[in-house]
């Protein structure tokens, strides 16, 4: 069985935000890969919602009583969460476009979106580079203009954990 790999630390972003996510709801961790985020938000005492094509990657985390785990390939079939509403999203390391207005519209009123991925620019550093993969300048900005007020947004060039281009934002949905 596949376990959790613990060496890989929260994005500072979200530890950043999370806060901010009221706790009386649940936080939905979209793409959430071996679930670097969930012990966080746990341990907040949030009750987590965690989505992955692959939920094997997430080890013990998955059998937590505060956790519930949904397999499902965001990219091919339909929405795996209708109707239902979150205090708090997080996204990091993942784009796929045509999940931007599900996102805006799971969120309960005052529900926080913590978003992290790549940007153009990143091919320079490696993996993804794949134009489909990258988001444009701007393009949180504009994804959530008039829906959701932004608290934070960077669109800049990191080296930790290592060297990438991304776009960052929080957003409280109004």
Known sequence: MNTCDHTIPPSDWVKRFVPMIPMQGKVLDLACGTGRH???LTDMGAEVVVVDRDISLLGDLARL??????????EIGKWPLPDRLFAGIVVTNYLHRPLFPLLLSSLISGGVLI?????QGNEKFGKPSNPDF???PGELLKIVERQARVLAYEDLVVNEP??????????VRS
């Open 162 to 171: 290592k060297p990438a281009a991304v776009q960052r934002i929080c957003v």
């Open 38 to 40: 969930v012990r966080l």
């Open 65 to 74: 009583t505060a956790v519930e785990a949904i397999q499902a390939d965001l």
């Open 115 to 119: 978003y992290e991925t790549f940007s």
């Open 134 to 136: 990258l988001l444009h």
